[in-house]
T-cell receptor, first 111, second 117 residues
Framework: DVKVTQSSRYLVKRTGEKVFLECVQD?????MFWYRQDPGLGLRLIYF???????EKGDIPEGYSVSREKKERFSLILESASTNQTSMYLC??????????FGSGTRLTVV | AQKITQTQPGMFVQEKEAVTLDCTYD???????LFWYKQPSSGEMIFLIY??????QNATEGRYSLNFQKARKSANLVISASQLGDSAMYFC??????????????FGQGTTLQVKP
């Protein structure tokens, strides 16, 4: 009954590495989102996509890029990981304004 | 600008008692909705309850209910008969202005609830 799947629960990467976080949904949702979650700051939107190959910047896109080649898959890319990108990353999908379905999150540590 | 505020960073409640988690919002949209999500220590965000701004009655979903006061712009979550499994972080959220097609949400800072045995 898994609906939104994030490829890794825990990830440890080195500074400067290129990091890919993958998210797949099986609900045929148009919209997909990447958030990062930090203590005291809540969830902040990095990027979102409302259609294949379409993307829009969220509130904190610096240092990140995304890719959506297929409707079900939305990838978050850290071009050159830095320690300040250590965080919890949450992927979500939605159809219009019916709320999100979230993945289980990826806790990324950059050392 | 739109904003969601959760003023309680952390709360404690005794098992079997009721607890209210506060959420206030600011929007100029005439029609909007409020969502509540639960995030256990495992990390996954779980949808709990939704209230539309034009709904006549407060939303309820099992032990969860929304105390929606439109004039005060508050949408507090009430959990009745708290259980140990309710210990988690709780987030209030609403659609971003102009996001009718994208479904983009903005979130509050979250409230950590601990249920004591």
């Amino acid at each position: 009954d898994v609906k939104v799947t994030q490829s890794s629960r825990y990830l440890v990467k080195r500074t400067g590495e290129k990091v890919f976080l993958e998210c797949v949904q099986d609900m045929d949702h148009e919209n997909m989102f990447w958030y990062r979650q930090d203590p005291g700051l809540g969830l902040r939107l990095i990027y979102f996509s409302y259609d294949v190959k379409m993307k829009e910047k969220g509130d904190i896109p610096e240092g990140y890029s995304v890719s959506r080649e297929k409707k079900e898959r939305f990838s978050l890319i850290l071009e050159s990981a830095s320690t300040n990108q250590t965080s919890m990353y949450l992927c979500a999908s939605s159809s219009a304004n019916y709320g999100y379905t979230f993945g289980s999150g990826t806790r990324l540590t950059v050392v | 600008a739109q904003k969601i505020t959760q003023t309680q960073p952390g709360m404690f409640v005794q098992e079997k008692e009721a607890v209210t988690l506060d959420c206030t919002y600011d929007t100029s949209d005439p029609s909007y909705g409020l969502f509540w999500y639960k995030q256990p220590s495992s990390g996954e965000m779980i949808f709990l309850i939704y209230q539309g701004s034009y709904d006549q009655q407060n939303a309820t979903e099992g032990r969860y209910s929304l105390n929606f006061q439109k004039a005060r712009k508050s949408a507090n979550l009430v959990i009745s008969a708290s259980q140990l499994g309710d210990s988690a972080m709780y987030f209030c959220a609403m659609p971003h202005r102009g996001s009718s097609n994208t479904g983009k949400l903005i979130f509050g800072q979250g409230t950590t609830l601990q249920v004591k045995p």
